[in-house]
C-alpha cells in the first residue's frame, strides 16, 4: 500500500485562509488497483484572497478486505501566484499498519526546510539539499495542482517539480483539456533500485464539464503493481 500512496502522489481545511473570498473545491475518488478497490481519497481544499489550502486523505479503512488497514492525511497551505502556487507550509503522517512515518516542512520565500522527516524507506545515494529545491511543490500542494478544477477551454499543459523531503520528482501534463496524458518522473534522492524498477509513471486524466469548468472525474497511473486508477465519486 505504500506504493499505492506513493502513485496518487506520494499525495478539515488547514488553518490560515482568509475567509472573505474564499472557495471550496472538494473531491473524493475511490482507489482502485489491478481493477480492486483499494482505498478511498478525499481532497478538500479552500482558495480565496490569493491564497489556498489543501488537505488530502487516503485510508483503507475495511475496504476490500485485501489489504491491511492504512491512513495518510497530507496538509499544505500557501499562496496562489501569477506563476502558479507557492507553498508556506507542509505535513503529512502515514501509518500503514506496522509502520509510521511523518513529514513536516516550512517554506522561505519557496525553499524548503525540512524539520522533521521520519520514514522507513532508505536513503538514496545522491542525496538532496533541501536549500536547492527553491521552487517545488510539496505532494499534497503537487496533487492539488493536478487534480484541480480548470476553466472550460483551457488546455491542461502543466509542468512542476515535487520534493517530498527527500526526494525530487517532475510533472509534466499535456492535451486539450478532456483527455490529459502525464507522466511522473522520479528524477533525484531515489536508491538505484528504485531507479532500475521503474522512473517514469504514464498518467492519464479524464475531465468532464461542471458548470463553467471542468472537473477531473477518473485518473489513472501504471505502477510497477499494476494500473492505480481514481474514479470521481
Known amino acids: 500500500m505504500r506504493a499505492v500512496l506513493r502513485a496518487v502522489l506520494g499525495l478539515a481545511i488547514v488553518c490560515g485562509v482568509a475567509s472573505g473570498a474564499a472557495r471550496a473545491q472538494d473531491a473524493t475518488f475511490d482507489v482502485t488497483l489491478a481493477g480492486v478497490r483499494v482505498a478511498e481519497m478525499t481532497i478538500d481544499s479552500m482558495v480565496g484572497d490569493g491564497r489556498y489550502a ?21 496538509r499544505a497551505e500557501g499562496r496562489i501566484t501569477r506563476d502558479g502556487l507557492v507553498p508556506d507550509r507542509y505535513s503529512d503522517r502515514a501509518d500503514t499498519g506496522r509502520r509510521q512515518s511523518q513529514v513536516e516542512m516550512v517554506y522561505d520565500a519557496g525553499v524548503p526546510s525540512v524539520l522533521t522527516y521520519t520514514s522507513p524507506r532508505p536513503d538514496g545515494s545522491d542525496l538532496v539539499d533541501p536549500a536547492t529545491q527553491g521552487g517545488t511543490l510539496d505532494p499534497a500542494s503537487a496533487l492539488f495542482a493536478g487534480l484541480r478544477d480548470r476553466p472550460t477551454g483551457q488546455g491542461c499543459d502543466v509542468a512542476f517539480a515535487v520534493f517530498d523531503g527527500r526526494r525530487r520528482a517532475a ?5 486539450d483539456g478532456a483527455v490529459c496524458t502525464a507522466t511522473y518522473r522520479r528524477v533525484a534522492g531515489y536508491t538505484p533500485e528504485e531507479m532500475a524498477e521503474r522512473s517514469r509513471f504514464p498518467l492519464e486524466l479524464v475531465y468532464a464539464p461542471k458548470g463553467d469548468a471542468m472537473q477531473v472525474v477518473e485518473a489513472s497511473v501504471q505502477t510497477i503493481y499494476g494500473k492505480v486508477r481514481l474514479k470521481r465519486r
Request: aromatic share 8%.
Open 171 to 175: 510533472y509534466a501534463a499535456s492535451g
Open 54 to 74: 489543501v488537505v488530502v486523505m487516503i485510508r483503507s479503512d475495511g475496504l476490500a478486505g485485501v489489504v491491511r488497514r492504512i491512513r495518510f492525511e497530507s
